[in-house]
């Protein structure tokens, strides 16, 4: 009885968390406000850096290095640090290509001193969640290059066109990394390259890493819980400012129509995007979208022609990159003493506790936080500048 009872490891003797310093209790005692407050600030902070006609990288093509290595069996995540990474991914994934439908994304892995790509660059959500799915049965052994990951993914990413936007999103566990060579010449050639790299650290920071993320205009932060993981890891959903050596190039693309007529009977065609797959052979198929160029058939937009090259999107997909390029405006945070009663977008009444309010430059209307929030997150329109005519034409001028 008694050894049992010794044998047992308990979280708090494990060192569980390094980063109270940041974080101070509420009222009650509890520390979740606190952690949500952190992350609401950042929003905000983030939020008001951004500005109307920039530049961005909207065509992007991102690697996700991931660390699985003997560090990511640790559980100062819950259940471990792997599996919640891998969760965390899949709805990145998901909510990467729909904020980005023309962008193209790959997934390395390091282990064992060696790095392997476990999906190729497509455009393509559902491979990578299944190639992510497949990580779970890894085992976790040795350390990771963070070097043999970067030269993996700097080789694909170097034979890209010039206009595309080039990156790279690390997700390391470990504190250590076991190169073959000098490090610093992989971060110079990826400085030269054009290629941002940005890390999210699970562990402490580390100098290397910060390093390549100042080196290469990436950004480079720690987690403090699994809430902030979420928030640090969907802030690469947004399409980053244009590198300077970006090229500016005009790019050719299909709008392929679905070919049905009223009341006749389609054909059955092959598709090509299920030609050569494995696990869903190819059936013949009515419906379906032809490519402008060549005629070949496709099941799911948008796709890059397997046979003529030429990018086949919808028009929607383009119209969900546009608001990435006039955001709403930055609403002014101002002192709350009773200017106005209600919140101008959900109606709620205004409180004593309410410490804050927002307003908008533009139209003037005051909203709550979670209004704000939401506005900027998800909405991507001030409601009281959309609701006023003498503003709308003033904007499509
Ligand atoms: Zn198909
Ligand atoms: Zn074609
Ligand atoms: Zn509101
Ligand atoms: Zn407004």
Redesign the pocket.
Known sequence: MVDEEDGKEYRWETGYEKTWEAIKEDDEGFLEASVTDIIQRAKRKRQEKKQANTKLGMMRHLYILLDCSDSMSNQDLKPTRLYCTLKLLELFIEEFFDQNPISQLGVIIMQNKRAEKISELTGNPKKHIKAIGTLNRTSLIGEPSLQNGLNVALKSLKLLPSHASREILVLIGSLTTCDPTDIKNTIDALKLEGVRCSIIGLAAEVHVCKQLASETNGTYNVILDDSHYKDLLFQHIEPPPAAVCLESSLIKMGFPHQMVTEGTDEPLTMCMCHVDSVDEGSKLTTGGYYCPQCCSKYCELPVECRVCGLTLVSAPHLARSYHHLFP??NFKEIDYDNQDIVCFSCQKTFMDVDKHVYR??????TFCLDCDIFIHDVLHT????AT?PA?LQNNSD
């Open positions: 709403a405006p908008c430059p533009k139209c003037e209307k001030c409601p009281g500048c006023n503003i």
